[in-house]
């Protein structure tokens, strides 16, 4: 299995995402591992529309955030995994997952007759 290779690729994910994250979040002060949407540096709007573009604005970055933040957490997963010497393989069978698995989503945790 070519192991540095996904390592490599998950760590690219890793800083491509934490970026991402970072243009509409932060890592939370409160929840170690966790990350908020970035509060609005506005909210003194005094037209009800405008009001409502910023509630719908931090609405939608709290969503964008989930997305990108759980996806965020299956590649820590797989790189914990790597560490522990448990990567590529299919956690409801235990056999190896498919070199062309891996190679589509490196984070996968099953094999093909398991997805």
């Given at each position: 299995?070519?192991?540095?290779?996904?390592?490599?690729?998950?760590?690219?994910?890793?800083?491509?995402?934490?970026?991402?994250?970072?243009?509409?979040?932060?890592?939370?002060?409160?929840?170690?591992g966790?990350?908020?949407?970035?509060?609005?540096?506005?909210?003194?709007?005094?037209?009800?529309?405008?009001?409502?573009?910023?509630?719908?604005?931090?609405?939608?970055?709290?969503?964008?955030?989930?997305?990108?933040?759980?996806?965020?957490?299956?590649?820590?997963?797989a790189?914990?995994?790597?560490?522990?010497?448990?990567?590529?393989?299919?956690?409801?069978?235990?056999?190896?997952?498919?070199?062309?698995?891996?190679?589509?989503?490196?984070?996968?945790t099953?094999?093909?007759?398991?997805?």
């Amino acid at each position: 299995m070519k192991m540095k290779h996904f390592k490599r690729e998950l760590e690219a994910e890793k800083a491509k995402l934490e970026a991402q994250m970072g243009t509409i979040g932060r890592k939370s002060p409160s929840v170690p591992g966790d990350w908020e949407p970035v509060p609005s540096e506005t909210g003194m709007e005094s037209d009800l529309a405008d009001q409502a573009d910023v509630v719908m604005s931090r609405e939608s970055n709290s969503a964008i955030l989930a997305d990108l933040e759980a996806r965020y957490d299956t590649i820590l997963a797989a790189l914990s995994r790597i560490e522990k010497k448990k990567y590529g393989k299919c956690e409801v069978c235990g056999e190896e997952i498919e070199g062309a698995r891996l190679d589509a989503d490196p984070a996968a945790t099953t094999c093909m007759k398991h997805l």
